[in-house]
Protein backbone atom coordinates (compact mmCIF):
# COMPACT_ATOMS: atom_id res chain seq x y z
CA UNK A 1 0.00 0.00 0.00
CA UNK A 2 2.74 2.52 0.75
CA UNK A 3 4.86 2.33 -2.29
CA UNK A 4 1.24 2.59 -4.02
CA UNK A 5 0.48 5.90 -2.45
CA UNK A 6 4.06 7.06 -2.82
CA UNK A 7 3.83 6.73 -6.45
CA UNK A 8 0.49 8.53 -6.58
CA UNK A 9 1.69 11.29 -4.31
CA UNK A 10 5.08 11.42 -6.85
CA UNK A 11 2.96 11.31 -10.16
CA UNK A 12 -0.04 13.44 -9.63
CA UNK A 13 2.04 16.26 -8.85
CA UNK A 14 3.95 15.61 -11.91
CA UNK A 15 0.70 15.42 -14.62
CA UNK A 16 -0.73 19.00 -13.00
CA UNK A 17 2.51 20.50 -12.87
CA UNK A 18 1.59 23.85 -14.77
CA UNK A 19 -2.31 24.37 -12.24
CA UNK A 20 -0.37 22.72 -9.56
CA UNK A 21 2.60 25.29 -8.94
CA UNK A 22 0.16 28.44 -9.92
CA UNK A 23 -2.43 26.87 -6.95
CA UNK A 24 0.79 26.64 -4.92
CA UNK A 25 2.48 30.07 -5.55
CA UNK A 26 -1.32 31.46 -4.75
CA UNK A 27 -1.41 29.83 -1.67
CA UNK A 28 1.91 30.34 -0.59
CA UNK A 29 1.01 34.07 -1.86
CA UNK A 30 -1.44 34.18 0.71
CA UNK A 31 -4.33 34.09 -1.46
CA UNK A 32 -6.42 31.52 -0.23
CA UNK A 33 -6.97 33.12 2.87
CA UNK A 34 -9.41 35.56 0.87
CA UNK A 35 -9.91 33.49 -2.05
CA UNK A 36 -11.32 30.27 -3.20
CA UNK A 37 -10.76 29.15 -6.77
CA UNK A 38 -14.29 27.65 -6.71
CA UNK A 39 -16.57 29.82 -4.21
CA UNK A 40 -16.73 33.40 -2.94
CA UNK A 41 -14.63 34.20 0.68
CA UNK A 42 -13.87 37.68 1.50
CA UNK A 43 -12.97 38.23 -1.94
CA UNK A 44 -14.37 36.79 -5.52
CA UNK A 45 -14.07 33.39 -6.11
CA UNK A 46 -11.37 33.24 -8.89
CA UNK A 47 -13.70 31.31 -11.39
CA UNK A 48 -15.54 34.20 -11.22
CA UNK A 49 -12.96 36.54 -11.91
CA UNK A 50 -11.99 34.28 -14.93
CA UNK A 51 -15.15 34.51 -16.26
CA UNK A 52 -15.72 38.79 -15.68
CA UNK A 53 -12.58 39.16 -17.89
CA UNK A 54 -13.27 36.50 -20.28
CA UNK A 55 -11.99 38.17 -23.80
CA UNK A 56 -10.48 41.11 -22.59
CA UNK A 57 -7.13 41.20 -23.70
CA UNK A 58 -5.93 43.67 -20.90
CA UNK A 59 -7.13 41.72 -18.23
CA UNK A 60 -4.06 40.02 -17.60
CA UNK A 61 -2.27 43.51 -16.91
CA UNK A 62 -4.55 44.40 -15.47
CA UNK A 63 -5.51 42.15 -12.90
CA UNK A 64 -1.40 41.74 -12.24
CA UNK A 65 -2.00 45.48 -11.24
CA UNK A 66 -4.86 45.13 -9.47
CA UNK A 67 -3.04 42.44 -7.03
CA UNK A 68 0.79 45.01 -7.21
CA UNK A 69 -1.50 48.10 -6.24
CA UNK A 70 -4.67 47.05 -4.32
CA UNK A 71 -8.54 47.20 -5.69
CA UNK A 72 -11.61 48.63 -4.58
CA UNK A 73 -15.45 48.98 -5.75
CA UNK A 74 -15.19 46.15 -8.46
CA UNK A 75 -16.59 43.41 -6.42
CA UNK A 76 -18.33 44.83 -3.19
CA UNK A 77 -17.47 46.96 0.42
CA UNK A 78 -14.38 44.96 0.72
CA UNK A 79 -11.27 46.44 -0.85
CA UNK A 80 -7.90 44.40 -1.76
CA UNK A 81 -5.00 46.12 -0.18
CA UNK A 82 -1.55 45.92 -2.50
CA UNK A 83 -0.13 42.16 -2.53
CA UNK A 84 3.35 41.87 -1.53
CA UNK A 85 4.25 39.76 -4.34
CA UNK A 86 6.83 39.79 -7.22
CA UNK A 87 5.52 41.60 -10.85
CA UNK A 88 5.99 38.09 -12.14
CA UNK A 89 4.31 36.26 -9.46
CA UNK A 90 1.47 38.03 -10.03
CA UNK A 91 2.04 37.55 -13.81
CA UNK A 92 2.03 34.04 -13.32
CA UNK A 93 -0.82 34.28 -11.00
CA UNK A 94 -2.86 36.87 -13.26
CA UNK A 95 -2.25 34.49 -16.10
CA UNK A 96 -3.81 31.36 -13.92
CA UNK A 97 -7.00 32.81 -12.66
CA UNK A 98 -7.66 33.89 -16.41
CA UNK A 99 -7.04 29.97 -17.59
CA UNK A 100 -10.12 28.64 -14.56
C1 LIG B 1 -7.28 40.14 2.83
C2 LIG B 1 -8.03 39.46 1.79
C3 LIG B 1 -7.41 39.26 0.40
C4 LIG B 1 -6.18 38.72 0.10
C5 LIG B 1 -5.09 38.21 1.04
C6 LIG B 1 -6.12 38.68 -1.34
N1 LIG B 1 -7.26 39.19 -1.90
FE1 LIG B 1 -7.67 39.40 -3.88
N2 LIG B 1 -9.39 40.39 -3.44
C7 LIG B 1 -9.90 40.56 -2.17
C8 LIG B 1 -11.13 41.34 -2.25
C9 LIG B 1 -12.03 41.75 -1.08
C10 LIG B 1 -11.31 41.66 -3.63
C11 LIG B 1 -12.43 42.49 -4.26
C12 LIG B 1 -11.98 43.95 -4.37
C13 LIG B 1 -12.98 44.85 -5.09
O1 LIG B 1 -14.18 44.75 -4.87
O2 LIG B 1 -12.53 45.68 -5.92
C14 LIG B 1 -10.21 41.01 -4.35
C15 LIG B 1 -10.06 41.04 -5.73
C16 LIG B 1 -9.10 40.34 -6.43
C17 LIG B 1 -9.00 40.27 -7.87
C18 LIG B 1 -9.91 40.98 -8.88
C19 LIG B 1 -9.27 42.30 -9.27
C20 LIG B 1 -10.02 43.04 -10.36
O3 LIG B 1 -9.39 43.96 -10.90
O4 LIG B 1 -11.18 42.74 -10.66
C21 LIG B 1 -7.92 39.44 -8.15
C22 LIG B 1 -7.41 39.06 -9.53
C23 LIG B 1 -7.37 39.03 -6.89
N3 LIG B 1 -8.09 39.59 -5.86
C24 LIG B 1 -6.28 38.20 -6.76
C25 LIG B 1 -5.59 37.97 -5.56
C26 LIG B 1 -4.33 37.26 -5.48
C27 LIG B 1 -3.62 36.61 -6.65
C28 LIG B 1 -3.97 37.28 -4.17
C29 LIG B 1 -2.69 36.74 -3.55
C30 LIG B 1 -1.46 37.31 -4.05
C31 LIG B 1 -5.02 37.96 -3.44
N4 LIG B 1 -5.98 38.37 -4.33
C32 LIG B 1 -5.04 38.16 -2.06
C33 LIG B 1 -9.35 40.11 -0.98
C34 LIG B 1 -8.08 39.56 -0.86
Same mark, same amino acid.
Given at each position: MKPFVALIAITLPLCFAPAHASLELAAKSKCMMCHDVEKKKMGPAFKEISAKYK?? =?AAEAMLADSMLNGVKDKWGKIPMA !?? =?? !?PVDAQQLSKWILTL
Open positions: GD =K !AQ =KI !A
